[in-house]
């Protein structure tokens, strides 16, 4: 045989089989869960925006790398789809289309493509496509669907409150906290199924825990920061509860209820924009539960989980920069 | 649970598909290439002559420095000349051809088999045998393994730590001769022990050789002071960091050496390499080579004489395959791809890895996505993603104080990599400059 054509190249010559496409693919498949109580609960407009926003973050994305950047197509690297789902699940169910499309291309083209592209934004994509969606349009981005067990009919549904506006109207007009939980028109067990007001991905807390636990094992996210972020919301809140359980909600309010579990699962974790050391994701993730709290607690808005981390991505390089790993033999003045 | 090293390391497919087939002695090539420099340190020199007519274990050419070696004659023949030949790197390198012709061995050197348990020799004779007999450290560094031995004024050493890791997938050489030469292992690890002065040994081993630790625990009683150890199967086990971390949980300091935390690390191989030197008077000529990959016929573990060209040893395991990508001496984490077949065996060769044309192609390399996978592999606590955009900007001082200095190369950061950024050829680079830079600081 010719062996004129060998290939030669540096150690090492075997490569692990995960690869970024495998990654996006495993979050997107950890969000399957999720997808599929919303669609129980909110019927074919859970589908309508989900198809609507991931084509729209594609096309955006297609778009961007072909006549911006004029790279190669990034389209089948999966981060597009999976920016799309994120979107999706970041929004209310019954939003109108053009405001989805704008969404995705404030989040592709201004939260990622302007910074070059998958890797190099500071930012969570979606986040900032939702942030932008919820300053811009604050009343179609407030005004949730109320669940409906298979409803397929695309009537217009009903709106509700959220549970965490809910208890911070009835806070704000000096009612206790234990007699507006009860005011509610469903309760915790509801609320962990998924039965309750809120964006189209969040509402299930034990949907998102099992995509979790799929991330966890697949070894696409580590433990620390959504531990971290659950850890210090429920401390905080706890600590606040103890002091006047009247004014304060507890912690597995505030745990369940919102965006907390998606964003500590799914958007905290993404990452492009989180810190790379144990010791960095545990302050990153502390940052966002500490922030999220006081936003809910005494900022404008009911929830507050969307600004903490996109606040705390912010801290990323600091975060990165300050706490290193510890250097196999560093000496007393290295550490 | 099983002992390992705290920080880092990955688990990639074993693959060790010739561990269950015996050495086997592979027949003389009709020429062979020594280069003089087949070890870490200066060139030997070479003693011989054109048309000089050599006996297998002549010395051919002599150690050029105390970090140098010896180097003999693994054939009898005539020498055709010396010249500049292409060795595994790719580079061409001074080397002394020799014309085989029989295999007539020098008279003093025992071929007996029987077992020589006798260490009643000095430590100073035992060091003086092993640099005469040009043993280096087998395991692919080939540091002179007489250098290793002598502890500099200061410092005292309370272990040898016997590396039968084989930690590189694919590569079974040193499984294999712990299997066949254990007894020689253990002698030969006394003689180590002597010839720094030391009482402790221990053997380390990882999991994924169960029969090779079952065998070697059976025959320790028979001999003071060393130990084996079963490690958790993780790369880079084998680099002596990692397994002085492992056994000892003590920490070489950053830039030092394991000397500085009381320890000398031989591999298995070498282990009997010393033996054969001391007990048999026997330079090192021979080694055993893995032939090894997914598409080889015959996967083999052979003993070779230097020099052979690994296309004789490729012959021997059923042939070269039709699709062959890329040809490796050595494992396929460290090992060098070879441009052609015919460089010679040097006493550094593990193994000779065939990858096929699908295996050899590295993937589509993507933005780096910030993951943080090689940072957590990291096995030196290093920042590959940081120091690789740092070489690729020519910070040459970011990278010295982030340490690239302490890289040893084991590629776990590159292998881990999901967007195939090629972390450690970046870090190679900054690894060669700063160095470049810090001699020209000392001068």
């Not at chain 1, 190249?9 to 869960?33: C, E, F, G, N, R």
Request: hydrophobic letters at 45%; proline letters at 6%; aromatic letters at 6%.
């Amino acid at each position: 045989m010719n062996t004129n054509n060998l290939s030669v190249s540096l150690s090492p010559h075997m490569s692990h089989k995960d690869s970024v496409k495998s990654i996006m693919y495993t979050v997107v498949i950890a969000l399957i869960p999720a997808f599929l109580v919303s669609v129980y609960f909110f019927g074919l407009d859970a589908i309508r925006v989900q198809a609507l926003a991931v084509a729209a973050c594609v096309f955006f994305e297609w778009l961007f790398q072909k006549f911006l950047i004029k790279g190669d197509n990034t389209i089948p690297d999966g981060s597009a789809i999976l920016t799309g789902v994120l979107l999706a699940f970041n929004v209310p169910a019954n939003l109108p289309w053009f405001i989805i499309v704008i969404g995705a291309l404030v989040a592709i083209g201004i939260g990622k493509m302007s910074f070059g592209g998958l890797g190099k934004n500071p930012f969570n994509p979606a986040l900032v496509g939702r942030v932008f969606l919820l300053i811009s349009f604050p009343v179609q981005m407030t005004s949730w669907p109320k669940v409906q067990v298979l409803n397929f009919a695309m009537t217009d549904a009903a709106t509700g409150a959220t549970p965490l506006a809910i208890m911070k109207e009835g806070i704000a007009n000096g009612e206790p906290v234990s007699k507006i939980i009860n005011s509610m028109p469903t309760s915790y067990s509801d609320w962990m199924l998924g039965e309750m007001g809120g964006s189209l991905g969040e509402i299930s807390a034990l949907a998102l825990i099992l995509g979790g636990l799929y991330m966890l094992w697949k070894k696409v996210i580590s433990f620390h920061t959504p531990v971290a972020v659950l850890g210090s919301i429920a401390l905080f809140t706890g600590i606040l509860h103890l002091v006047n359980p009247e004014i304060f909600a507890g912690p597995g309010f505030h745990l369940i209820t919102g965006g907390v579990m998606l964003g500590a699962i799914y958007m905290a974790t993404d990452m492009v924009t989180s810190p790379m050391t144990p010791k960095g994701m545990w302050i990153y993730g502390i940052g966002i539960g500490v922030i999220t709290v006081l936003i809910r607690v005494w900022g404008a808005y009911p929830e507050g989980i969307s600004f903490a981390i996109l606040i705390m991505n912010g801290f990323v390089p600091l975060i990165n920069r300050g706490m290193k790993p510890k250097l196999f033999g560093a000496k007393k003045e290295d550490k | 649970m099983a002992k390992t090293f705290p920080k880092g390391g990955v688990h990639p497919a074993e693959n060790k598909l010739s561990a269950g087939v015996g050495i086997k002695e592979m027949p003389l090539p009709k020429q062979v290439v020594i280069p003089v420099s087949q070890h870490i340190g200066a060139p030997a020199k070479p003693v011989v002559k054109r048309g000089d007519v050599v006996k297998t274990g002549t010395l051919i050419a002599k150690s050029g420095g105390f970090v140098s070696a010896n180097i003999h004659s693994p054939v009898s023949g005539k020498v055709k000349k010396i010249d500049n030949v292409m060795e595994s790197g790719g580079f061409k390198k001074q080397s002394v051809i020799i014309d085989v012709d029989g295999d007539e061995w020098e008279d003093n050197i025992d071929r007996g088999d029987e077992l020589n348990k006798d260490t009643g020799k000095s430590a100073e004779e035992i060091r003086n045998k092993i640099a005469d007999s040009g043993i280096v450290g087998l395991g692919g560094a080939t540091f002179p393994t007489h250098v290793k031995l002598s502890v500099p004024e200061g410092k005292t050493v309370d272990h040898i730590i016997i590396n039968a890791v084989e930690c590189e997938p694919y590569l079974t050489a040193d499984h294999r001769v712990m299997l066949e030469k254990a007894h020689e292992i253990m002698v030969g690890t006394q003689l180590l022990m002597k010839g720094c002065g030391v009482e402790k040994a221990i053997i380390g081993i990882e999991n994924n050789k169960p029969n090779a630790i079952k065998h070697l625990n059976e025959i320790a009683g028979e001999y003071n002071g060393i130990s084996v150890e079963g490690l958790k199967v993780k790369y880079p086990q084998g680099g002596e960091k990692q397994l002085i971390k492992a056994l000892l949980n003590r920490e070489v300091p950053s830039g030092g050496l394991p000397l500085d935390v009381g320890c000398v690390v031989q591999n298995v191989g070498t282990a009997i390499a010393v033996y054969e030197a001391v007990q048999k008077n026997k330079p090192l000529i021979e080694r055993v080579v893995t032939v090894t990959g997914k598409s080889v016929k015959e996967p083999a573990n052979l003993l070779v004489r230097i020099g052979t060209p690994l296309s004789a040893l490729i012959e021997e395991s059923g042939g070269l395959p039709e699709d062959t990508g890329k040809v490796v001496n050595g494992g396929p984490m460290m090992g060098k791809a070879v441009p052609v077949l015919n460089v010679p065996v040097t006493k550094g060769t593990s193994g000779v890895l065939i990858f096929n044309k699908k295996e050899s192609k590295r993937g589509y390399t993507h933005n780096c996505i910030r993951c943080a996978r090689c940072v957590s592999v990291c096995p030196m606590g290093l920042e590959p993603v940081l120091l690789r955009n740092a070489a690729q900007a020519e910070n040459w001082e970011l990278l010295e104080d982030e340490h690239v200095m302490d890289c040893i190369e084991c590629g776990s950061c590159s292998y881990t990599c999901p967007a195939n950024v090629p972390l450690l050829d970046y870090i190679r680079l900054g690894k060669s400059t700063v160095s470049q830079i810090i001699r020209s600081r000392k001068n």
